[in-house]
């Protein structure tokens, strides 16, 4: 983060009360943070027509066939595809001044997207609709690893205990530092934000 004049407009919406100060020394690059309903005018924002619009101009349609067949549909750089999508991410680096990605998540209910994993940027999470319980572990093997490593076999390794677990539904998000390691079921079909800040 630049400096605090630098704060984006939705991370001042989505820290809410909290203050940028706060969050910045307790939280960011180094702890999970959440925090219900600060992301209520996010709620709704993904829909079927605009995820159909994002796949067809990422030549990704046939995505869509893996949620009916029980599968997440994981959409990659939406923020190249449609303006809102593209407007979030100018609004990320205008305060983070570094490559923005967002991914778009759509989970049918009761299934996983990816098993225990870690992302090697850090992650804010932003739930549109449905409900998505995540579940997250420190990481005491590799706590700032780098993108090649093999994520699997040190997962195999951590003894971290115990596990948090945190709920979101529409209009909440959740922080997730680079290395922190998390899973996620859908409670019910599920679509979510990724906006991953590199």
């Given at each position: 983060?630049?400096?605090?004049?630098?704060?984006?407009?939705?991370?001042?919406?989505?820290?809410?009360?909290?203050?940028?100060?706060?969050?910045?020394?307790?939280?960011?690059?180094?702890?999970?943070?959440?925090?219900?309903?600060?992301?209520?005018?996010?709620?709704?924002?993904?829909?079927?027509?605009?995820?159909?619009?994002?796949?067809?101009?990422?030549?990704?349609?046939?995505?869509?066939?893996?949620?009916?067949?029980?599968?997440?549909?994981?959409?990659?750089?939406?923020?190249k595809a449609h303006p809102i999508f593209k407007s979030i991410a100018d609004n990320f680096?205008?305060a983070f001044d570094r490559a923005i990605d967002i991914?778009?998540?759509?989970?049918?209910?009761?299934?996983?997207?990816?098993?225990?994993?870690?992302?090697?940027?850090?992650?804010?999470?932003?739930?549109?609709?449905?409900?998505?319980?995540?579940?997250?572990?420190?990481?005491?093997?590799?706590?700032?690893?780098?993108?090649?490593?093999?994520?699997?076999?040190?997962?195999?390794?951590?003894?971290?205990?115990?596990?948090?677990?945190?709920?979101?539904?529409?209009?909440?998000?959740?922080?997730?530092?680079?290395?922190?390691?998390?899973?996620?079921?859908?409670?019910?079909?599920?679509?979510?934000?990724?906006?991953?800040?590199?």
């Open positions: 983060m630049r400096d605090s004049k630098s704060e984006s407009s939705i991370l001042r919406g989505l820290l809410g009360r909290e203050s940028w100060q706060h969050f910045s020394e307790y939280y960011l690059y180094k702890r999970p943070y959440a925090a219900p309903f600060n992301a209520s005018s996010f709620a709704g924002l993904i829909s079927w027509p605009i995820l159909s619009e994002v796949l067809g101009k990422l030549n990704q349609a046939q995505e869509l066939r893996n949620f009916v067949s029980g599968q997440t549909v994981l959409v990659r750089h939406a923020e680096k205008s991914q778009i998540y759509i989970t049918p209910q009761g299934k996983e997207g990816f098993n225990w994993h870690y992302d090697v940027e850090d992650v804010f999470i932003i739930q549109s609709q449905g409900e998505k319980e995540f579940t997250l572990l420190p990481n005491t093997v590799t706590p700032r690893p780098l993108p090649l490593m093999l994520k699997e076999n040190f997962f195999a390794q951590e003894k971290s205990l115990p596990e948090i677990k945190c709920l979101l539904k529409a209009g909440d998000w959740l922080y997730i530092p680079a290395g922190y390691w998390h899973k996620a079921t859908a409670v019910t079909d599920s679509f979510h934000l990724s906006i991953g800040v590199r």
